[in-house]
């Protein structure tokens, strides 16, 4: 049975399922936060301890050619710099390697027996994740940040939905662009003033003159561990040290990607995630394997 709705009815129930039913939804923190620039910076400094992440992962394609599942190792670091080796699921060795230094993009497909290179531009990516999202984009992503337009911080704007979040609107200075992000308090700050609240970013879409130009959606947010120093076993090599300090924010296991203009979409599934891994030298760029010809792609976004 569905109750009727009424401010003194809100106010007086207490249970979840009883304010579910009256329609009531979620009441906002006791603290909200007062403006989109205060979302932002409570955005940021969410996860400012972490410089990137390491984590082993599922990967989904989906797209014109069917579904296409692999397993992932990946790193993703700020602003733009990643690497994602991945394999089939019957095969422990790579098949296809993408590595970019923010810069220069590479990547080594044994499938195709092809090794291209060319500018980190969206769409050199999207020959990996088949979503021309850029470099930056994907990584920010990929570390539970969401990216923020160039704005006007006077007309940016957040309300509080019923359903549990903030809805935060930035529109850009070029007058086609605009955001939307919806972010909640992290559940143990909830209570807190809102200068203190932690906050779990859940779903960001990206317009341009009123359409999609991409869409992110971002789930099973946890505390993710701060990674170890790296070892050489044989004890020949100086250990690596984590490249950034103590870290253990949160990380969104599941993150989808989705370009609507392609018809195609990614989901990565993160099985373990650490923060601020140790980074061997030229981790981000890669030789051309032997055997394999160079391919320079010069695509445009």
């Not at 422990?92 to 390697?97: D, E, G, R, S």
């Not at 230094?101 to 531009?121: M, Q, T």
């Not at 990607?257 to 980074?279: A, C, H, I």
Request: with cysteine.
């Amino acid at each position: 049975m569905k109750l009727p709705s009424s401010p003194l009815l809100c106010a007086a129930l207490g249970a979840a399922a009883l304010a579910t039913l009256s329609g009531c939804g979620t009441p906002p923190p006791k603290s909200p936060l007062p403006t989109g620039q205060a979302a932002i910076e409570r955005m940021r400094a969410s996860s400012s301890c972490g410089y990137g992440v390491q984590a082993d992962a599922k990967i989904d394609f989906f797209g014109k050619q069917g579904r296409i599942r692999g397993n992932l190792l990946l790193y993703a670091f700020a602003s733009a710099k990643m690497r994602m080796d991945a394999m089939t699921q019957f095969a422990a060795t790579p098949i296809v390697t993408l590595t970019s230094d923010g810069h220069r993009f590479a990547l080594a497909d044994l499938r195709e027996k092809r090794f291209y290179v060319g500018p980190a531009s969206a769409c050199n990516i999207a020959k990996f994740t088949t979503v021309p999202i850029p470099g930056h984009v994907l990584v920010g992503f990929l570390r539970g940040d969401a990216p923020v337009l160039k704005h006007d911080p006077a007309r940016s704007t957040v309300e509080w939905s019923s359903k549990g979040y903030y809805v935060v609107r930035l529109f850009g200075t070029d007058g086609l662009h605009e955001e939307e992000v919806h972010v909640a308090p992290s559940p143990a700050d909830f209570d807190k003033p809102w200068q203190d609240q932690r906050v779990r970013i859940l779903d960001v879409v990206v317009r341009r003159q009123g359409g999609v130009v991409y869409h992110a959606e971002l789930e099973g947010h946890a505390p993710a561990a701060m990674a170890k120093e790296r070892v050489d076993e044989a004890g020949i090599d100086d250990p690596i040290p984590p490249s950034g300090p103590q870290c253990t924010a949160e990380v969104p296991r599941r993150i989808h990607l989705e370009v609507p203009g392609t018809g195609e979409d990614v989901l990565f599934r993160y099985d373990q995630v650490t923060w601020n891994p140790p980074l061997p030298e030229g981790i981000f760029v890669q030789p051309p394997p032997p055997g394999l010809p160079m391919v320079p792609v010069e695509c445009k976004d």
